[in-house]
């Protein structure tokens, strides 16, 4: 909005509530527009953490898990009580970056001073007039009086039109796939092996399916640069790295562009870190270098529900991955020398496709999550901006007129991200739908990012 602004085309906004996200997003806008029983809270930021070890205890359920990076949390959740002090360190942080792009954001756009914006932090929520009389809207109406207001503002009446008609107006053909072409090829979800679906717990990505993608992007006559937009929190290693792999592979025909979602994080990031050139917004949540391994142990369960199991072993050392039984000190270091390995392939894939060496990204790695802001200035990306900003960057790689390019994205972007939940839905089903997350079901490491719930 503000680029279509700098242009010298108006923006308007109405709302009848508004939060943090959604005022910020308004505050673009040359006019804001505000039902009269409307209201604005602008709040604190606050993030927050599931630790359920105390119920994995109480049903005798031992999660036998592991992790390298002192920041790499995402297990923390099933293995701690409470937060850690590594982790308070980098949400707060995070945060900070939130509140600071929230006032940069709103300050610059309302024109307000940071006195007034410490204000909003403290007296939130505002109503009625006062919304006016401290600058956060321009005018009270109710929305059948939007348009005429929008029509006075620029001098000759205006229509509005809803998402659903907007997106059914037909593309020009001369533009839209003829010419040279960008691709979009998007990648969303909890990254896994194998193909794409839904689960209760989100999408998943697999990495068969966005494969399959990109090589059809690259196939495709006219595309000569692709735009990989990825929204994901990580997921299986191996499934992360054959990405990478195939993103390697196309970049020796065609520019490979990134652009990262709300977050693009461990295995997120690791699929990312070849490409020609990332584009993060700043509020991207990003980075999280490390690695987690282990195991459920549910010995303690079954003998609580009256089941016994007992073991014959023909090795020494056993089956370190039978779920009856915790890791031996033996087989703990064994496991855990592995996942160095693992680990080390993260950084030094990442320090190859940064060009900078393992000591540098082993320093900003360790598992810790990065804003957008501050992923740019340690060089883990290298712009902040949106999907349209990496598509130019594409085009200009490869070469294309920007005036007379097309867009192709993979897939149809038709029901993306939608679940399908059918009715009577059992709770077997449930249950199986929740394993599919690799935190539960991987049978190899993990590149996973932390899940915090940021309000």
């Given at each position: 909005?503000v ?42 930021f606050?993030?927050y ?10 049903i ?5 898990l ?43 756009g ?39 207001f ?32 960008v ?30 993608m ?7 006559p ?73 195991k ?30 915790p ?12 996942m ?8 030094n ?19 810790r ?16 901006g949106g ?25 149809d ?38 899940t915090?719930?940021?309000?």
């Amino acid at each position: 909005m503000v680029d279509y602004r700098s242009n010298g085309k108006p923006v308007f906004a109405y709302m009848e509530y508004a939060g943090n996200g959604s005022y910020y997003a308004a505050s673009a806008a040359r006019e804001i527009c505000m039902h009269k029983a409307g209201q604005i809270s602008i709040n604190g930021f606050a993030g927050y953490t599931f630790f359920v070890r105390g119920f994995l205890d109480k049903i005798g359920v031992v999660p036998d898990l592991m992790h390298i990076g002192a920041f790499k949390s995402a297990s923390d959740m099933l293995t701690e009580y409470e937060i850690s002090d590594a982790q308070i360190e980098a949400t707060t942080a995070l945060l900070e970056n939130y509140k600071s792009e929230l006032v940069r954001g709103i300050s610059e756009g309302r024109g307000l001073e940071p006195a007034q914006m410490s204000i909003l932090f403290s007296n939130s929520p505002f109503a009625g007039e006062s919304m006016v009389r401290m600058g956060l809207v321009d005018t009270l109406l109710y929305r059948d009086q939007f348009e005429e207001f929008v029509g006075e503002q620029v001098g000759h009446a205006v229509n509005t039109m809803g998402t659903g008609f907007y997106s059914s107006i037909p593309e020009e053909s001369s533009n839209w796939g003829t010419n040279s072409s960008v691709a979009v090829v998007v990648a969303d979800g909890n990254i896994t092996g194998g193909h794409s679906g839904s689960s209760l717990l989100g999408r998943t990505m697999g990495s068969d399916t966005v494969i399959e993608m990109l090589n059809e992007a690259a196939s495709t006559p006219g595309v000569e640069a692709i735009v990989l937009r990825i929204n994901s929190g990580g997921g299986e290693a191996m499934a992360s790295d054959d990405m990478h792999h195939a993103v390697e592979n196309i970049r020796r025909d065609m520019p490979v562009v990134v652009s990262m979602g709300s977050v693009a994080a461990s295995g997120g990031y690791y699929m990312a870190c070849g490409a020609d050139a990332i584009f993060a917004d700043r509020l991207t949540v990003t980075g999280s270098i490390g690695i987690i391994s282990g195991k459920f142990v549910f010995g303690d369960l079954l003998e609580m529900v009256g089941i016994n199991v007992d073991k014959v072993s023909i090795e020494p050392a056993g089956n370190a991955g039978n779920p009856f039984e915790p890791y031996t000190e033996e087989q703990h270091e064994s496991h855990f020398e592995a996942m160095r390995e693992g680990y080390n392939l993260f950084v030094n894939t990442v320090a190859k496709g940064r060009d900078m060496t393992f000591e540098e990204i082993d320093a900003i790695g360790q598992g810790r999550v990065w804003s957008g802001i501050d992923a740019l200035e340690l060089g883990l990306v290298d712009y902040n901006g949106g999907v349209v900003d990496a598509i130019t960057h594409a085009a200009m790689l490869a070469g294309i007129d920007n005036g007379n390019s097309g867009i192709v994205i993979f897939p149809d972007l038709t029901g993306l991200g939608s679940i399908n939940l059918m009715p009577g839905l059992s709770v077997f089903s449930a249950a199986n739908e929740i394993t599919e997350h690799p935190l539960l079901n991987s049978e190899g490491p993990l590149y996973l990012a932390p899940t915090v719930v940021i309000e």
